[in-house]
């Protein structure tokens, strides 16, 4: 690598030898369109819409593909290259079906973006539906997410994103010509096709192809219902992200305002998540203590992720022995809700409607798993994601950033700093060697388990706990929990306790939090940013153990009787089995 000198727009720069002309040109603040380049995931120059003239040269180059080199005169926004942009955009605007009033995506969308910059006319949504005899649309509703390829472009964003970092390939392209659409093979659906829901493919997407199932019009007719008394939990993750939808910056905690939020939707209860985070962390926490006093099995895999489990029933389930029986906090919290709860307020369950606010798209299936609920009724009725919430809130006309902060009104809302991590890759871990380590020692244990913090797909760890070493592990997104598990089969290292998060980064840069274009993607570190939000709430906080928890222990007391009794299997614990990817065909 070696300086070089070049000229964009008639001004000089000196930039890196190795550099594309997109990199040079972003680096040094010259716009660029872009598309369907996202870095270091797509960078195929599939949609030319980065297109630029060289000097010397007789054809537009594509920027993202293109080097600098010495001496070159770079014009990116002349009269061919605006027509020549202009023209790609208008190509692509062919196949995508315009109902941005209604779209998830309507206040992000790239695609919409440049169309708008580049003054590109509407005509072209008149044309959708005049050619189904030559055109194929595509569409996938199992009531998790959808793909909808009357909005797809094309780009490949999504393709490449679930090969390198679910490491599944779900999707790819079908046919050819004008019928090529994207989704799974064989025209199965993803809730057949191995997907594990970990909306990475979502985040990927610039227009609105791909998105989660939308379920805000049955919350808001349950918000209006008097017979009603509508209880909401709210996942740590989404306090930290929920801002940016509101034009905040990428790590900005907006717990307070989203507390004072759901005050003005009309919401009657809130029960924190973070609480049943720490209730998570004294039934995972003796679980593994039982595990060690038994010798096993080992591993013991975290089963907070919904992603995750989805993997290991899918393709892993060799390793279903390992996995904790515990719920995750999402469903523990439905449980209470639908007992506790409801006893102590008095309301018969079917009355009530269990909301849940989480940062993920697995969590909506999630919540339909067998086993999650009693008498024929859900312990989580709706899961709205982050995204979703923000909507929800735009739609009631909302002023977000003039709210005060609030704080949460619930029976069940008290937390310890351990239950904020959750949200990041190694805060389950961290919260768990905090109250282990405490409970074995029989005396006060250190607080921060550095190790386990950062954004590297795996993290390993020694700690001697009573005398004996215990090797941990972090692992998060599924190409590099696949690759771990691979490494599991023929390693002669006996780990005994380890994490896994289905989404990269944890539930932070889970497939349900706002989208993040491609272009802030390559300016922020998003998942240390948004993570940094959690580790702060932690710090500030006075009890940050688990088990300090005083209405955690007083739930105990009054209800549950003691981690892993008869009560606490019955409502808190459940079970996992084999599932095959394209089981139609086996």
């Not at 120059?45 to 010495?70: D, F, H, M, W, Y």
């Not at 062919?94 to 992000?108: G, L, P, V």
């Not at 489990?309 to 389930?317: D, G, K, R, S």
């Amino acid at each position: 690598m070696k300086p070089v000198h070049i000229t964009i727009n008639g001004l000089p720069y000196t930039v890196d030898s190795d550099q594309t002309i997109l990199e040079a040109a972003t680096k040094n603040n010259v716009f660029i369109p872009r598309l369907c380049f996202l870095k270091d995931v797509h960078e195929e120059a599939n949609c030319r819409v980065c297109s630029v003239k060289i000097e010397g040269q007789k054809n537009l180059k594509p920027a993202c593909k293109t080097l600098v080199t010495e001496g070159m005169n770079i014009l990116t926004d002349d009269q061919d290259v605006y027509d020549t942009v202009s023209m790609n955009l208008e190509l692509l605007t062919h196949r995508h079906h315009f109902e941005c009033f209604k779209c998830s995506r309507e206040d992000n969308c790239e695609f919409l973006d440049l169309l708008r910059k580049y003054s590109i006319d509407n005509e072209f949504s008149q044309l959708y539906g005049m050619f189904d005899e030559d055109n194929y649309y595509y569409q996938d509703d199992n009531g998790v997410m959808i793909i909808d390829s009357s909005k797809c472009i094309l780009c490949g964003r999504c393709v490449s994103v679930c090969e390198k970092q679910s490491g599944l390939s779900v999707l790819n392209f079908n046919n050819r010509g004008n019928k090529t659409y994207v989704g799974p093979a064989l025209f199965h659906s993803l809730d057949d096709a191995g997907c594990i829901y970990c909306g990475k493919c979502i985040g990927a997407c610039p227009t609105g192809a791909l998105r989660e199932k939308d379920d805000i019009k049955a919350v808001e007719r349950v918000l209006r219902d008097p017979k009603k008394k509508v209880v909401v939990q709210v996942a740590p993750a989404v306090r930290a992200a929920l801002g940016e939808a509101f034009g905040y910056p990428i790590g900005t905690d907006v717990e307070g305002k989203m507390f004072h939020a759901l005050k003005e939707l009309g919401v009657d209860e809130i029960m924190d998540t973070n609480f049943t985070a720490d209730l998570t962390i004294l039934e995972e926490g003796t679980e593994f203590i039982h595990r060690l006093e038994h010798d096993g099995p080992f591993p013991m895999f975290t089963s907070c992720s919904p992603g995750w489990i989805n993997l290991v029933e899918l393709y892993y389930p060799e390793f279903i022995p390992n996995l904790s029986s515990c719920k995750s906090p999402q469903q523990m919290a439905g449980a209470l809700i639908k007992t506790y709860y409801a006893d102590k307020m008095g309301f018969d369950p079917k009355d009530i409607v269990s909301i849940s606010i989480m940062p993920c798209i697995a969590k909506k299936a999630e919540a339909r798993r067998e086993g999650m609920g009693r008498d024929g009724n859900l312990d989580v009725d709706y899961v709205l994601t982050t995204r979703e919430f923000a909507r929800l809130i735009k739609r009631r006309g909302i002023d977000f950033r003039n709210l005060e902060d609030s704080k949460p009104f619930g029976m069940l809302a008290t937390y310890t700093g351990a239950g904020a991590i959750f949200g990041a890759t190694g805060g389950v871990m961290e919260a768990a060697l905090r109250t282990v380590s405490e409970i074995l020692e029989n005396k006060e244990t250190p607080i921060d388990f550095l190790e386990m913090r950062g954004t590297q797909d795996v993290k390993e760890a020694t700690y001697t706990l009573q005398g004996k070493e215990i090797n941990v592990a972090v692992v998060h997104g599924g190409a590099a929990s696949k690759a771990f598990l691979e490494h599991l089969k023929t390693t002669d290292k006996q780990y005994h306790f380890v994490e896994f998060m289905g989404c990269t980064g944890g539930c932070i840069n889970g497939g349900g939090q706002p989208v993040v274009t491609a272009k802030d993607q390559e300016k922020y570190d998003v998942r240390s940013l948004r993570a940094s939000v959690l580790y702060k709430i932690d710090e500030k906080q006075h009890l940050r153990k688990s088990h300090q928890n005083p209405f955690v222990l007083e739930l105990y007391q009054n209800f549950l009787g003691e981690p892993h009794s008869k009560k606490s299997h019955e409502l808190l614990h459940t079970t996992y089995k084999k599932r095959s990817p394209y089981a139609q065909i086996e």
